[in-house]
């Protein structure tokens, strides 16, 4: 069992919402990106207890919980290795539309895993939040697919849940044409 179908057999066992989010969720809707690690988005806090991970350290892996202080943007990262396996970040999210997005999550068979997957739109919501120079580069990629005016349509009906400089991005992004 891969790495991350352990992790979201676990995340599953204990009923937690979740999806996956970053580089493997861009490639599960086609757009490549070489990435090495899977990102997996949480809202429930109780990721951060010990006895959560039982079944992925069994395992072998190691778990090593990261939280976060009260400004940073996720209650915590949780980084879950095993040698010869990329590593999982599960991101323990604070904030309502984070919930929203896991809700409306698809799942999706991937190899060795079926897991649910942020729709596009999401994507670059959360690419947006991010705001990293990578994250934005994928957010415009996102919206330059044919899917282009379904997308900016998603992401206008939801943009004003997230901060204000996020909205300043986004203009700057459905501006650029491909």
Known sequence: MSLLALVADDLTSHRVPHALVGGMALAAHGLARATLDAD??????EVVDEGMWTK??????KVNVRRGEPDDPFHAVIRITEPGSPPVDVLVGRFRWQQELVARAIPVSLPAVRIPVVGPADLVLLKIYAGGPQD???????????????????????????????????????????
């Open 136 to 178: 934005l580069v994928d957010a415009q990629r996102l919206v330059t697919t044919p899917d282009r005016d379904a997308i900016i349509a998603e992401v206008e009906s939801r943009i004003d849940a997230l901060p204000a400089g996020c909205r300043r991005e986004w203009e700057r992004i459905k501006s650029t044409r491909s």
């Open 40 to 45: 997996v988005l949480v809202l429930t806090p």
């Open 56 to 61: 992925v350290r069994a395992a072998g892996a």
